[in-house]
T-cell receptor, first 113, second 115 residues
Framework: AQSVTQPDIHITVSEGASLELRCNYS??????LFWYVQSPGQGLQLLLK??????LVQGIKGFEAEFKRSQSSFNLRKPSVHWSDAAEYFC???????????FGAGTRLTVKP | EAGVAQSPRYKIIEKRQSVAFWCNPI?????LYWYQQILGQGPKLLIQ????????DSQLPKDRFSAERLKGVDSTLKIQPAKLEDSAVYLC?????????????FGPGTRLTVT
């Protein structure tokens, strides 16, 4: 079965600085990859997803992620962070041959003024 | 369109008591999911329904957890009896069809505290 690792439990960045959140997956075939954001007291919201094609995917709120098969990674980036981006971010991996979507443990983002 | 609705938003019970959570998915969504999110962890799938049938319940602790979606619309998740380790947020999600290629829409969750 597929699995996801998010190496960073907590990241703090200054407002206006760039952001990169790391995600590594384990799966034998081409995965479906997702990034979700969860604000306090809210459900998860999909930021972006990768199924196939262009390995650089654009999402909502100015986020993008790049699929790197050689590194089994799908890192999330944003060039300039806003205070409203403070939240928990989850990477998830799905597969074509099953209905199981596995989530990482999440990375909590704090934005300093 | 209305999102996924869940109730209650918060629940505190003592161990060995029972509790039930309710979920109403987005209209027209055939697939419904229940996830358990323990503090500091990502969501873990408990059970997946396609209409009123169970697609996957392999990670549901069936000795104490049960779920139903009788009319293929809203769903109830029950815990009986609750244990301390059941303290978590229970998330409901729905998608148009089964399969991870279909976007899942999440409700706000029910935060359960077992004392």
């Amino acid at each position: 079965a597929q699995s996801v690792t998010q190496p960073d439990i907590h990241i703090t960045v200054s407002e206006g600085a760039s952001l990169e959140l790391r995600c590594n997956y384990s799966y034998g075939a081409t995965p479906y990859l997702f990034w979700y954001v969860q604000s306090p007291g809210q459900g998860l919201q999909l930021l972006l997803k990768y199924f196939s094609g262009d390995t650089l995917v654009q999402g909502i709120k100015g986020f993008e992620a790049e699929f790197k098969r050689s590194q089994s990674s799908f890192n999330l980036r944003k060039p300039s962070v806003h205070w409203s981006d403070a939240a928990e971010y989850f990477c998830a991996v799905g597969a074509l041959d099953n209905n199981d979507m596995r989530f990482g443990a999440g990375t909590r983002l704090t934005v300093k003024p | 369109e209305a999102g996924v609705a869940q109730s209650p938003r918060y629940k505190i019970i003592e161990k060995r008591q029972s509790v039930a959570f309710w979920c109403n998915p987005i209209s027209g969504h055939a697939t419904l999911y229940w996830y358990q999110q323990i503090l500091g962890q990502g969501p873990k799938l408990l059970i997946q329904f396609q209409n009123n049938g169970v697609v996957d319940d392999s990670q549901l602790p069936k000795d104490r957890f049960s779920a139903e979606r009788l009319k293929g619309v809203d769903s109830t998740l029950k815990i009986q009896p609750a244990k301390l380790e059941d303290s978590a947020v229970y998330l409901c999600a729905s998608s148009l069809h089964a399969g991870t290629s279909y976007e899942q829409y999440f409700g706000p969750g029910t935060r359960l505290t077992v004392t």
